[in-house]
């Protein structure tokens, strides 16, 4: 696999150790262009910046080495880990995003990125259920790298994980009523098993941590609504999560 440099002076000036990185956090760079994301990547001014920058050809750029903390994640939070930066290697996939025409995910790109990620977990442990997206680590803030992120096809790869209901019975409990505290209850206990963090006053922050799931799970409907489908989702993908 070949990588090619391009250096950005955005991370932090000590070095982390190996065991510190447990997260792949998965961007899209949400520019108009290639050239406008590695500039802005790399603008001492934008203090923002990431491990790896992967074009829609497939080409593979390394920004930051994987032993510096780079700028990628922000105000973020995942399973037992706050501002995950220092915790996790960041991937920016070259895309419009919402803001400029969001378009799929190019197959050459997915190929690279799926290299890279099999070598990252290989390299430093880094489990399945901690391989996410930028919206799944900061849903307050954050969307991409949106629902067009074929993450089914990754998990089969090993990378990430789903779930593994049908896709057609599911969608007959989609809008299906549940039971407002007990299973809501039910849904918020599976969705921290699986690494989301949630806020135990802030009603907002539970609307945007729910669509941040269903734009990960339940691409179909993202409504921020607690229905039958998602709480099947999240328990069968919370089964499949062995917790020491
Ligand atoms: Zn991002």
New binding site residues.
């Given amino acids: 696999m070949k990588i090619n440099s391009y250096y950005s002076p955005n991370f932090d000036q000590n070095k982390r150790t190996a065991n510190s990185i447990k997260i792949i ?6 520019m108009q262009s290639e050239r406008e994301s590695l500039l802005r990547l790399s603008n001492p001014q934008s203090k923002v910046s ?1 491990h790896y920058l992967i074009n829609q050809s497939g080409k593979i750029y390394r920004m930051v080495p994987d032993h510096m903390t780079a700028w ?3 105000k973020s939070c995942w399973g037992g880990y706050k501002n995950i930066n220092k915790n996790s290697i ?1 991937i ?1 996939l070259v895309n419009k995003g919402h803001k400029f025409g969001y378009t799929s995910f190019k197959k050459r790109q997915l190929l690279s990125l799926i290299n890279i990620c099999k070598k990252l977990i290989k390299k430093y442990k880094i489990k399945s259920k901690n391989v996410v ?3 799944d680590v ?1 849903p307050q803030r ?1 969307i ?2 949106g629902e067009k992120f074929p993450w089914s096809k990754l998990a089969k790869k090993n990378i990430g994980i789903w779930h593994c209901q049908k896709l057609n019975s599911l969608k007959r409990l989609r809008k299906v009523k549940i039971d407002k505290t007990k299973d809501k209850k039910k849904f918020v206990k599976y969705l921290k098993k699986i690494g989301y963090c949630f806020s135990p006053t802030n009603k907002t922050f539970y609307v945007k941590t729910l669509k941040a799931f269903q734009r990960h799970y339940r691409k179909g409907l993202i409504n921020g609504v607690l229905d039958k489908e998602c709480l099947v989702i999240a328990q069968n993908l919370q089964k499949s999560i062995n917790n020491p």
Avoid: L, R
Wanted: no cysteine; proline share 5%; charged share 15%.
């Fill in positions: 956090v998965i961007h899209y760079t949400g990431s990628h994640a922000g960041g920016e997206g930028h919206s900061a954050k991409d790298p």
